[in-house]
């Protein structure tokens, strides 16, 4: 598959109600969405989940686009490359996986859609039907929390997280769990503590959550294992997997029982995949995470969420929930059980709404193959 021009742009697209995380507040989402094309004119998107400053990780909108324009964007132009080798081109560029993804997830779209297959069955995957939960951030007050909650419920969602912060976490968590005793509840806490919180984190294990979230430094896999060792609740790792390596490191060490893979995180959906097989190989269930994506982020990762390891309910929810218009047709619905049905259609399933996204775009640039260039990868 010719790779014949990447095209990059940013958009600006405003969240109905803020997000908040131990690390901040959005109230904006600024995304790069990339555009590959190949000689006939055939296209792939995808989407960059860097956000709008290095808070969750390094990586942010300003850094991933430049390193994209710069670096990846000129590897992979020109090149005849399958998408499963995409991630192997960039190889030379240390760390940036959520630009890399976004340029490999496109590739993705783009030869699922050729050879007319739906990106989800085109990678593997095998449920027809995805478990959908929501992540509520911190809220103003615990009664608008505890509303969120019960609007979620009543949506159908099956699994409801919450963020924890210090000054945000036990009486939180001790009021969510006694006003909905039965329901699926977890908290995500992206490395907000230390080893010195492990008597909170012992006093947590009373509430019965799922799993904790990234408890503590977003690097570590050490530590975790030792909190583990001390607490009852599941620990799930979310920022400190960044390779099916670290899954494999983190599980064998035991610093998790359960983890959150995000396509951006890792690199695309080639190094999803072989993170999907090491834990399921070692019986660790796995979930997909969101990061406040658009509509063909989101669409990427319904595709992932049908591989077979994916068995826990994800962070994937109806586009309704982030915006009052998406990038997508027709926007991500969840049924009243709360489930999502992968489409039908080739590639990505969705159709995207260019008109839309060149309103949206504050910035756009496009990287081109010299037409003497195109060769074999
Ligand atoms: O830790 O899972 C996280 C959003 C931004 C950054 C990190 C995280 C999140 C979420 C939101 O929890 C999940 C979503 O609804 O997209
Ligand atoms: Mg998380």
Partial sequence: MPIFSIELREIRLPLIHFFETSFGRTTERRIVLVRVTDQDGVEGWGECTAGEGPFYSDEWVESAWSTLEEFLAPMVVGRDVA??????LMKPVRGH??????????CWDL?????GVPLW????????????????????????????????????????????????DRNIVKQVREHFPDVLLTGDANSAYTLADVPLF?????????????????????????LQRQISTPICLDES?????????AVDLGSCRIINVKLGRVGGHAEAKRVEQVCRERSIPIWCGGMLESGIGRAHNIAMS??????????????GRYWKEDIIEPSVTVTPHGTIIPPERPGLGFEINVARIESLTVRQEVIRAKASSLSRA
């Fill in 83 to 88: 998408a499963k080798d995409v991630f192997g």
């Fill in 97 to 106: 996986r959520m630009a890399k993804a976004a340029i490999e997830t496109a």
């Fill in 111 to 115: 030869e699922s859609g050729r050879a």
């Fill in 121 to 168: 069955k085109y990678l593997g995957g095998v449920n027809g039907e995805i478990s959908c939960g929501v992540s509520i951030g911190i809220q103003n007050t615990p009664e608008i929390l505890l509303e969120k909650i019960e609007k979620e419920l009543s949506s159908g969602y099956q699994r409801i997280k919450i963020k924890i912060k210090p000054g945000w």
């Fill in 202 to 226: 012992q006093e947590l294990d009373q509430f019965n959550l799922m799993m904790l979230e990234q408890p503590l430094s977003h690097e570590d896999i050490f530590d975790h294992a030792e």
């Fill in 241 to 249: 997997i960044h390779s099916s390596e670290d899954a494999r490191h």
């Fill in 306 to 319: 049908t591989l077979a390891g994916f068995t826990l309910p994800g962070d994937v929810s109806a586009s």
